[in-house]
């Protein structure tokens, strides 16, 4: 072999070198198609946990409303405020005058709050023959509990003072306190004040 020909022989590749070319390609490979991956699900995750924020203010605005505007007592038969518990869970409803606008003068609906296998659970609909509606239900997913606290209003002389049930069928407690939580993070509060002179100081 001449001193040109081994020349020429040097400048290719030999097959090790080209299985070595190959295998760096191919981990380079796998890394980009790994961090391309983790960005996109850390993306989805951002996205999603944007997406529960969301329904979660729209949520606690919604029941704001509900529960500050109450139908007159004489408006209807059924009770205006009911607190059930059972193995269940904890159930909340209500009327309510606060759904469509003008809050608080227009029909009268029945408010539901509730956890079920998907999370919390928030159906409202017209009371019969108050006026026609469509039914409305807001979602809340991953909540496991609900808690349900109201406040009874003062009386003279004393504080007012929070209790677990709500006997009274035709009026409604001073303030309502919701705490719901889901399994990663901690109860969320939410105090409604529905009788600030009843309420006196036991509502920050």
Do not use: C, Y
Request: neutral net charge.
């Amino acid at each position: 072999m001449t001193a040109a020909q081994l020349v020429r022989v040097r400048r290719g590749f030999t097959l090790l070198e080209l299985m070595l070319a190959l295998t760096l390609t191919a981990i380079a490979a796998s890394v980009a198609g790994a961090s391309i991956v983790a960005a996109r699900r850390t993306g989805e995750r951002v996205d999603a946990h944007k997406a529960d924020g969301e329904a979660e203010a729209r949520l606690r605005a919604v029941l704001t409303d509900m529960l500050r505007h109450a139908p007159a007592a004489d408006r209807t038969s059924e009770p205006l405020l009911q607190l059930q518990r059972n193995e269940s869970g904890t159930v909340l409803t209500f009327l309510t005058t606060g759904v469509q606008l003008p809050l608080g003068t227009g029909p009268v609906w029945r408010a539901t709050l509730m956890v079920d296998s998907s999370g919390l659970r928030l159906d409202a609909e017209p009371v019969a023959g108050s006026a026609p509606g469509i039914a409305i239900t807001m979602q809340l997913t991953g909540v496991r509990t609900l808690d349900v606290d109201v406040l009874e209003a003062a009386r003279a002389g004393e504080l007012a003072q929070w209790r677990s049930d709500w006997p009274l069928a035709q009026s409604r407690p001073a303030a309502i306190a919701l705490r719901w939580q889901r399994a990663t993070e901690p109860a969320t509060p939410l105090v409604a004040v529905l009788d600030p002179l009843g309420a006196g100081q036991a509502v920050p």
